[in-house]
């Protein structure tokens, strides 16, 4: 079992920065890929980045790939979300989640632990 719990959230006008991070406890955080997926209001969860068990290999959607930047800490049990160039469509909450096995993928189902999520707002 792995408990996720992410914090970093609040709320920032368009442009600017945040940095999200996903605290691991229970089961060794370095035998577990990470991702970070996103639910806005009225839309269905969707993936944003993911990153493998010792980080070599990470992943992004479309709409972030430039902006955002996944990293992991597992020394710490700690996965982070660095957030630039904030819009407004990028408001939502925002989820980590745990993978068993080594190799990040991008497909929610692969996932087996999830945290309770972030509030991420971006005014205009």
């Known amino acids: 079992q792995v408990q996720l719990v992410e914090s970093g959230g609040g709320l920032v006008q368009a442009g600017g920065s945040l940095r999200l991070s996903c605290a691991a406890s229970?089961?060794?955080?370095?035998?577990?890929?990470m991702g970070w997926f996103r639910q806005a209001p009225g839309k269905e969860r969707e993936f944003v980045a993911a990153?493998?068990?010792?980080?070599?290999?990470?992943y992004y959607a479309d709409s972030v790939k430039g902006r955002f930047t996944i990293s992991r800490d597992n020394a710490k049990n700690t996965l982070y979300l660095k957030m630039n160039s904030l819009k407004p469509e990028d408001t939502a909450v925002y989820y980590c989640?745990?993978?068993?096995?080594?190799?990040?993928?991008?497909?929610?189902?692969?996932?087996?632990?999830w945290g309770q999520g972030t509030q991420v707002t971006v005014s205009s």
């Open positions: 989640a745990a993978r068993r096995g080594l190799r990040a993928t991008y497909t929610e189902i692969d996932y087996d632990y």
């Open positions: 990153i493998s068990w010792i980080g070599d290999s990470t």
């Open positions: 229970g089961r060794t955080f370095g035998n577990y890929a």
